[in-house]
Each structure stands twice: as C-alpha cells, then as structure tokens.
C-alpha cells in the first residue's frame, strides 16, 4: 500500500535563514527515530530526498526555500543497512536499486517526478541466477546499469545462498525494467568481493568496494576497484593498499567517481592507529586510467574520528567537492562539506551539525550524498548515526559551502589580522577589539559558527578617540566563531574567536 503523506515535522533553529541556504531536520512516517537521507536527486528546480524510515520514502523540496511540495511513504521495505543507489535520467525519473528487507532479493524502482511508482520488479525472477543484493545503479547511454552482488557455496545451487564466496557483477536493462544484457559475473583472485558503487563511461563499466566483506572484528581489508568492458569483461581490478588503511568498519560508504580523462578517484577514510583504534581522516585516491594507484591524500590537521570520510564526490572542471563526516573536537562529528584540489589538497571544509554535543548527547552527524544546484550552491542530505530521534536532515548551501552567505570570507584565503586585535581569546563576556586605523562609516561586527550561521550582528561606536570597539557575548553560546568586521569605506577584517 502507498500512503501520500502531505505534511512533514520541521525541527528548525532560532536563526532567520537567508535565501542562499537552508537546513532541514525532520522525521517522516510511525518510525520517526530511524529517518535518514541516503540519496540525493535534483530535477526542474526541486530536491528529492530518497529516504529510509526503514521502508522507503521519497520527500520533494523546493530547491530555493526548502518548502516541502510532495511526499511519497511506501510499505517497501528497503535493508537500512545497505546504501541502496539512486540515478535520475533526463526526464526526471527516479531509479532506486536496494535489496528488500525481508526476502533479500534485488530490487528496482521507478519514480517518477511526481512521486508515483511506475513499477517495482524483484530482479532476481528476471533469470534463474542467483543476485542476492542490488548495490546501486546508474543511467547511461538509455540504458540502466545495475550493480550486483551474488552469495553462494561453489557447489550450491539454492536460492539461499551462503556467504561463503561473493561474485560482484552487473546487469543491464531498459528504462522500464527489461533485461538486455547480462547478468556478468567477476570472479577475481580474491573470494570475497564486496562492491557497493559502480560508474559507467564510454570506455567501460567501473565497481568500487573493498576486497572483504563487512567484518567488526579487526580485520583489515583494503578499498578495491574494477573495471570492466560493457561486456562485463574484467580489464582490471585493483587494492589501494596501504599499512595505514583500515576498511573493516562501515567499507561500503566510500565513493567512486570516473573522471573525463579516465582517472578514477575513491573517496574513503585512511586510518593511521590501526588495529588499535578505528579512528582516522577522510581520504582520496587517485587512480590512473590502466588500474595504478598514483597517490592518497587525506588531511591530518583535523581530529581523527570512527566516521570521518567522503561518503560521496562530485569531480568538476577546477575542484572535488566531497560530502562526508569530520571531526572538530573529541568525539563530536559533524557534517562536512569539503572542496578539495586536483591533487587532494584541501582547499576548505564547512562542518555542520544540528545540535552540537552535551555531557548527555553527542551526536554522530554525517553526509551521506552531494548534488550541485543549478545555481552553483551544493545540497547535502544525512543523519545523526545514534542520535535518540534519528532524523532525516538536509542542508542546502551557497557555491562556497555557505548557509548565511559569507562564510566564506576570510576561510578560502589566508586571513589578515593586522589591522584588528582582539583581547581576551577565549571569551566569555565581552570582546575588546582595537583596530590599526581610525574607520570612517559605519563599522557592522558579525560573529559567524561553524555552521556558517550568523549568530550576531551589531553596528561598533568606538568609546573612545581611539579605534577601540567592544562587543557583548554574554548570550553567545560557547563554541568557536568568526569574528569579522565591515565599513562602508571598505574596510574589512577578520579573525577567529573562541567563546568559552
């Protein structure tokens, strides 16, 4: 049975959202504590969540205001804790390739626009193999790629299937479901393939994963990539391997993305405290067009953390933009939102988080998918992993990563701070501020968070013939910010602040 659903909870914070951004955090159906956004898609001006709650949910926004415009509840339950794909073909229909929750068959949806499920096939009654597991999907050339995974003993042939050994594979079909070609089955040197990705090119068909199953015991396993002929012939297939990766938790979130060249580029997570903890950065490899790896990347000026990695990647002309999970301090984990160089060098990471952590709450935030907009701001879609209401949550920003626009100021390039001084840092109840010159107009101090929010704006009147300024904190939260400055004339500055 499908329930229209045309109303929704939004759990939103104090501060008035400029038109640049917003974020949404919300929960969905009778299961509001297992919400979460696993997939993105972005069609004539209007954001799809495809959501879990554990059945799958659809849930339509405004791309502009955040405005909720429709809203699609299914009774297909969808196996939570498997990333089921998403791809969107050029009119704006939805396909959704998972595994069923009860039976663990593949499945495929088609969605259209306007929210109605145009079929629902069980993939696995198409032949007679056996495909366990459908892991994503992509759309390319009219045509519909579908990733597999098959579970089986050599010398079985049920339907049950045993775990034993694991044959990744792919299949074809038609926009509407009909088998074309395939199933392709690889069978590598390694028995256990797990792959969770797949991208498809002119020049073949790409699966990305790791070389072990997903494990809780230690075991080390390493990202694994293949490529493959449409044919479903095996080209190559190869392990980034490293003493310092650790994939055994949580391995199929890293990203796959083919670039126009031919490079290939996983994001994942690289861990440097292997086997002793299962903490480390977010990380980026490239990969060469013939299956060399040619380096990792992964910044190590943040704190490590157990989620910390690019759930998802969007490769353009100048930059990567990577949505995932970072660590700002201790245990908390927040949203990030990070732009990287054609080198894996970060350029800027925005971290966000809906409710930052108390001694009874620390909340697990992280991105699980990316879309750029058509005006160059980016939408990203998650959860809080273990928060008591797991809630579906969506934050749309500027081209910069931006909920209150400026942000940005002062975090791409190095900042200058010879013209302001600012005493005490940390604060508590007021700023002092001494500047390096007299200012003429209007001087307007902002404090910014970490969240890109404006927390507090005020116009400065000096008190004395001096450039000296003071702001009163005393209602700012404790937390990290930036403190920036503004005239009229020009004159602009800007510095970090901590208030305690």
Not at 111 to 129: F, G, H, K, Q, T
Not at 180 to 192: Q, S
Not at 193 to 208: A, N, P, Q, S
Request: hydrophobic residues 35%.
């Amino acid at each position: 049975m499908i329930r229209l659903i045309i109303s929704i909870l939004f759990i939103l914070g104090s501060v008035q959202i400029q038109a640049q951004g917003f974020e949404l955090y919300y929960n969905i159906g009778e299961f509001g504590n297992t919400n979460e956004v696993r997939s993105l898609e972005q069609f004539n001006g209007s954001i799809y969540a495809i959501e879990w709650y554990p059945e799958l949910a659809i849930t339509k926004f405004d791309e502009d205001s955040g405005e909720m415009q429709d809203q699609l509840l299914t009774d297909i339950f969808m196996y939570v804790g498997w990333r089921a794909g998403t791809s969107m073909d050029e009119e704006g229909n939805i396909y959704i390739a998972g595994a069923g929750y009860i039976e663990n068959l593949p499945k495929l949806i088609k969605v259209n626009p306007n929210l109605n499920i145009e079929y629902e096939i069980d993939l696995a009654v198409i032949n007679d193999s056996l495909w366990h597991v459908a892991h994503a999907c992509k759309v390319f050339d009219n045509k519909l790629y579908i990733l597999l995974e098959a579970y089986y003993l050599e010398d079985s042939d049920t339907s049950e299937g045993s775990g034993d050994l694991i044959y990744p594979g792919f299949v074809v079909t038609d926009l509407e479901g009909q088998l074309l070609d395939g199933p392709f089955w690889v069978d590598t040197d390694n028995t256990d393939d797990l792959m969770w990705h797949i991208d498809v090119t002119e020049d073949g068909v790409y699966l990305g994963g790791s070389n072990e199953p997903v494990v809780f015991d230690g075991n080390d396993t390493d990202p694994y990539v293949m490529k493959l002929s449409h044919q479903g012939e095996l080209e190559w297939a190869v392990e980034i391997e490293d003493d310092q990766w650790d994939m055994s938790f949580d391995n199929f979130q890293a990203a796959l993305k083919v670039h126009e060249d031919g490079s290939i580029y996983v994001g994942s997570f690289v861990n440097p405290e292997y086997p002793i903890q299962e903490r480390g950065w977010p990380s980026i490899t490239k990969i060469s067009p013939d299956g060399e790896v040619l380096w990792t990347q992964f910044d190590q000026e943040n704190p490590t953390c157990t989620y910390c990695r690019y759930n998802e990647i969007i490769l353009e002309e100048d930059a990567i933009y990577a949505a995932g999970c970072s660590a700002i301090s201790g245990i908390q984990q927040q949203g990030a939102l990070t732009k990287l160089s054609y080198e894996g060098e970060t350029i800027w990471t925005r971290t966000f988080a809906y409710e930052l952590p108390s001694e009874e709450y620390y909340p697990v935030y992280q991105f699980m998918d990316l879309k750029r907009l058509d005006d160059g701001g980016f939408v990203l879609g998650g959860t809080d992993l273990f928060g008591a209401d797991r809630n579906s949550w969506i934050v749309r920003t500027d081209e910069f990563g931006c909920i209150i626009p400026g942000c940005s100021i002062g975090l791409n390039d190095e900042p200058s701070y010879s013209e302001m001084t600012i005493y005490p840092n940390p604060a508590s109840n007021q700023i002092n501020i001494d500047l390096s010159r007299n200012i003429t107009g209007v001087l307007t101090a902002e404090l910014i968070d970490l969240r890109g929010r404006l927390v507090l704006r005020t116009n400065l009147v000096s008190n004395s013939n001096a450039p000296t300024y003071q702001i009163e904190v005393d209602d700012v939260p404790t937390g990290y910010y930036l403190l920036t400055l503004r005239a009229d004339s020009g004159f602009y500055s800007t510095s970090p602040v901590v208030i305690e």
